[in-house]
């Protein structure tokens, strides 16, 4: 190894290092608030706490709305990402494979909803939402998230798609498969890194979601975690201790859901990044 070249690396890792503590430094300061109190908090947010104090951990796990909340997400996001897989796979294997009149039109309209922000919409969202009979349920949360994700999963599945080999979709019509039984039989169980990439995106993005709850939710019953996380805040003090062991409790689900699918994911975005 050359001295330049010792250099580059030298500096490459001091950058990711750099890169790492932004978002390292937040989560620390985050897990650590969660033993320590609120004057401890707010002079000293990364240093370790002077006692390491289990109570608020142990509250929030005692808790029953801890365990109702997080359920109520679990099932919420759950669900957006089996309807997105379905719905989006299948809309993308239909650009992929068939070709018909104003195909490049209908997708380039799908695509729009990539440049759309969700806040623009949550007013008539709400409306539309109150019309139809689904305010305060669960598929009022489920379905938006779902049809927001649409866009970002039509894209990576078309994608991945038509990387696939030709040949194969070729021989299995000669043998006598239609379009529906190659995607079930065929395409899916090939596709298994970009439906984990497409699966972490909704999951985590439907997990963290808080606006679109906070407008058609009015129980608490059907709360999320999100939402129950506000039960911290009073009208002139709020619990920052309880608030970062809440917080740190329930973002564990979706960090092990990423671990768990990271090689997944890697495979998903890079697959269909080369033509060969």
Do not use: H
């Not at 320590?36 to 796990?61: D, H, Q």
Request: charged share 10%; proline share 4%; net charge positive.
């Amino acid at each position: 190894m050359t001295r330049g070249q010792l250099i580059r690396n030298i500096l490459r890792v001091a950058f990711l290092c750099v890169v790492a503590s932004f978002v390292l430094a937040p989560m620390l300061a985050t897990v650590l608030g969660g033993f320590k109190s609120n004057a401890e908090i707010r002079t000293s947010a990364l240093s370790l706490p002077e006692s390491w104090n289990l109570e608020f951990y142990g509250s929030i796990v005692s808790d029953p709305a801890f365990w109702r909340y997080l359920g109520n997400s679990l099932l919420i996001s759950s669900a957006a990402v089996v309807l997105t897989l379905i719905v989006g796979s299948a809309a993308a294997y239909v650009f992929a494979q068939i070709r018909f009149f104003g195909s490049r039109m209908l997708f380039s309209y799908l695509l729009l909803g990539l440049m759309f922000p969700f806040a623009t919409a949550i007013l008539p969202l709400f409306i539309k939402v109150r019309d139809i009979g689904l305010l305060d349920t669960w598929w009022a949360v489920i379905l938006p998230q779902t049809a927001f994700s649409l866009s970002l999963a039509i894209l990576l599945f078309r994608t991945f798609f038509e990387q696939l080999p030709k040949e194969l979709f070729e021989a299995a019509y000669i043998d006598g498969c239609g379009y529906v039984r190659f995607f079930w039989r065929f395409t899916l169980p090939l596709s298994a890194p970009i439906l984990a990439t497409v699966g972490v995106f909704v999951f985590v993005q439907s997990w963290n979601n808080f606006l679109l709850p906070l407008v058609v939710l009015n129980s608490r019953e059907a709360f999320t975690w999100p939402l129950g996380m506000m039960q911290f805040r009073g009208e002139y003090v709020t619990q920052w201790n309880r608030t970062l062991a809440f917080v740190t409790l329930t973002i564990v689900p979706a960090i092990v859901f990423f671990l768990a699918a990271q090689k997944y994911i890697v495979a998903g975005l890079t697959g269909g990044a080369v033509k060969g």
